[in-house]
């Protein structure tokens, strides 16, 4: 519309002038008129184009704000579950450390123990060694003192942490009866000269028979039993009498038929069977003492 109107204007002055003007200088404002009106449509034309540009960047700016707008929320809610996370990754990580703390304690623990437990396990390897030693040595004492005896009814052993000193009936007693005849009293005191300065040594003394039935008479002992328990205390009465054995040492048992050596039912059998063995044992009350603490 504005377009027509500046034509027309144009168009009036140009016509009110040729009235005025020669035909030459009206063909030059033709002309310019012309140039003029293509420039105006140019310019119309590269302002419909910015407008274009213009809308197409007011546009493109809208997408733009609404995208850093996005962006902005999407980095809030970045942060926050990055706070979140953050935390829940500090309380893991400090339950984790609390739990370290706690093995490693435990680990303390443990090896204090196993180093308690390995300094007794030292200390009974070498009481136990010491106890070995002490019964060799005491088993050479008892030999060196019943050397005489070794051989005529007397034995001296070693097993079991112990010394077996054993003596046939033939040497102490006379069949069926319990008291001690001269030459086996002779080697029970040689032995208590040995017992009497080793007081950390405990003495058993225990009487065995053969399984024939005890034929003896009188009515004091009724059977093997109390054969077996009457050589038994009569043997330790001999190992006290005037020799300085302390009597805590000492223990008298009777056996009976009932622990034989030999199980043969012959006669070779039953004089071996037939016997009073003296069994000597170093006193454990250290080793018992480290034993009841584990």
């Known amino acids: ?9 144009l168009l009036s002055v140009l016509f009110s002038m040729s009235s005025c003007v020669s035909k030459k200088k009206f063909d030059t404002l033709q002309t310019e008129f012309d140039r003029i009106n293509r420039r105006y449509n140019d310019l119309n ?7 274009a540009q213009r809308k197409a960047l007011e546009k ?10 996005e962006l902005k929320e999407l980095q809030e809610k970045l942060k926050s579950e990055h706070s979140i996370e953050t935390g829940g990754l500090q309380s893991q990580l400090q339950k984790e450390r609390d739990e370290l703390a706690r093995k490693q304690n435990e680990l ?10 390995n300094k007794r396990l030292l200390d009974l390897q070498q009481m136990l060694a010491n106890k070995e030693e002490a019964v060799r ?8 003192a019943l050397l005489g005896f070794e051989g005529k009814g007397l034995t001296v052993t070693q097993k079991n942490g112990k010394v077996y000193v054993s003596l046939e009936e033939q040497l102490l007693f006379k069949s069926g009866d319990w008291n001690i005849e001269s ?21 058993m003394v225990e009487g065995h028979t053969d399984n024939v039935p005890y034929g003896g008479t009188g009515g004091i002992l009724l059977d093997n039993w109390d054969l077996s328990v009457k050589r038994a205390t009569t043997v330790a009465r001999a ?21 034989p050596i030999d199980e043969e039912n012959t006669a070779e059998a039953r004089s071996k069977n ?9 006193k454990l009350d250290e080793l018992l003492e480290i034993l009841e603490v584990n």
Not at 192 to 202: E, Q
């Open 108 to 117: 303390a623990k443990l090896q204090q123990e196993f180093n308690e437990n």
């Open 137 to 144: 040595a005491l088993r050479k004492k008892v030999a060196d």
């Open 183 to 203: 030459r086996g009293l002779q080697a029970i005191k040689e032995l208590a000269a040995v017992l009497a300065t080793n007081p950390d040594i405990n003495v």
């Open 1 to 9: 519309m504005k377009k027509f109107l500046f034509a027309t204007v």
């Open 45 to 51: 034309i590269l302002s419909k184009e910015i407008d």
């Open 274 to 282: 037939r016997r009073t063995e003296i069994i000597l044992t170093p």
């Open 239 to 259: 190992l006290l009498d005037k020799t300085g054995v302390n009597p805590r040492q000492l223990t008298a048992a009777g056996r009976s038929e009932y622990l």
């Open 60 to 69: 493109e700016k809208a997408e733009l704000d609404q995208r850093i707008a």
